[in-house]
């Protein structure tokens, strides 16, 4: 009698505890593995769009965002100034549709090369949203369709030379990232590749565009070449020194880089080497070929560039990734630079 008294009490205890605001013991259990699952599933159970946002921006790779966005820009200027051609409403949308079909591009690009080097950023970029797990792999496939057909809808919707630029920019980077052809594997290829789209295809097909659009006429000017042949120059630099401060996830999966092949010392001193010519080359072309730019400025800043490039050069520790990594970004801070210095110069131009 007394034990079934005691069974009785049981429940009623327990309901006690809960009106008492003590959950019992089935709710905790419930709630701590509600828990664990939306700290694993945060953008699918919870999802919070400044989150979201957050995290699309890390997947598109902030630095060629801006690079891809500055070039768009510079060419339009340099489009501008070398054809006599006055801002208006018109072709400053034609600009807003590059650079859109750009960004939708460059997006594709780098969120293709993530999906297929998920094992390896997690040696080596661990806080890349695939990485680390902000986006799940369906996502990150979702972003890369979206942002490749966009692009190719608003570049075949522009002109023909903005859609071949989108095009050819696409299948080389699929080239790059994707198995079995994937040339990111071979040093050589790897830079062919960046290089041939940062230096060559966007420049030349982004004027060829503006040109056609703006004044119906697709040709190339000393200032395009110019450009052009620094960009490619340039782009091998950052092509070679890039894999620098990731060289223990491509030594784990076999990627051969030049890092591996050289050593972090000898890249180091050639991506710098490179980079030299390139800023000499610009003080040359400045004084002796593009005399119709404001030479002065143009040359000045170039000197001012050089030199920011070599101090900065003799603070690195190669053997600290934090430091070769901040490096790589102050070599894309000078990529940057010269499309502004360039379209500036042109703009100033006084003959």
């Known amino acids: 009698m007394k034990l079934t ?12 505890k809960a009106v008492a605001g003590v959950p019992p013991v089935e709710a905790i259990e419930q709630e701590a593995i509600a828990k664990a699952y939306r700290s694993a599933y945060p953008l699918e159970q919870s999802p919070n769009p400044k989150k979201w946002v957050k995290s699309l921006g890390k997947f598109s790779r902030p630095h060629t965002i801006i690079g891809t966005s500055l070039s768009v820009l510079a060419l339009y200027l340099i489009s501008l100034a070398t054809t006599d051609t006055n801002l208006n409403l018109v ?7 590059v650079w859109f079909a750009c960004l939708g591009g460059n997006i594709y690009i780098v969120g293709l090369n993530q999906l297929y080097d998920l094992e390896i950023d997690r040696v080596n970029k661990p806080e890349l949203p695939l990485a680390s797990g902000e ?4 996502q990150g496939k979702l972003i890369i369709v979206v942002a490749g057909c966009l692009s190719i809808v608003i570049a075949g919707l522009s002109g023909i030379w903005l859609f071949a630029t989108i095009i050819i920019s696409l299948i080389i980077g699929t080239a790059y990232s994707v198995p079995p052809i994937r040339l990111k594997r071979f040093p050589f290829w790897a830079a062919f590749c960046i290089l041939t789209v940062r230096g060559v295809v966007v420049n030349i097909g982004l004027f060829l565009h503006y040109g056609d659009q703006l004044n119906g006429r697709d040709v190339l000017n000393p200032y395009v070449w110019t450009l052009t042949l620094f960009i490619l120059l340039f782009t091998v630099a950052i092509a070679i020194f890039k894999d620098v ?5 491509d030594k784990q999966y076999k990627i051969k880089t030049f890092t591996l092949v050289m050593g ?21 072309a400045g004084l002796f070929w593009l ?25 690195v520790d190669l053997e600290q990734k934090s430091a070769i990594a901040d490096f790589y970004q102050f070599i894309w801070k000078l990529f940057f630079a010269e499309y502004l210095l360039f379209s500036l110069a042109c703009l100033m131009s006084v003959g």
Not at 135 to 138: H, K, M
Not at 245 to 249: K, L, N, S, V, Y
Not at 266 to 282: D, K, P, Q
């Open 5 to 16: 008294s005691l069974n009785s009490l049981i429940p009623r205890r327990e309901a006690r």
């Open 91 to 97: 072709n400053l949308e034609q600009m807003m549709a």
């Open 135 to 138: 986006f799940t792999v369906g």
């Open 245 to 249: 401060p990731d060289i223990e996830g």
């Open 264 to 284: 972090k010392p000898a890249v180091f001193n050639l991506s710098r080497g490179v980079i030299t010519v390139c800023y000499f080359g610009m003080i040359a």
């Open 291 to 315: 005399t119709a730019l404001n030479v002065s400025f143009f040359v000045t800043s170039h000197l001012i560039l050089l030199g920011l490039l070599w101090w900065r050069s003799l603070d």
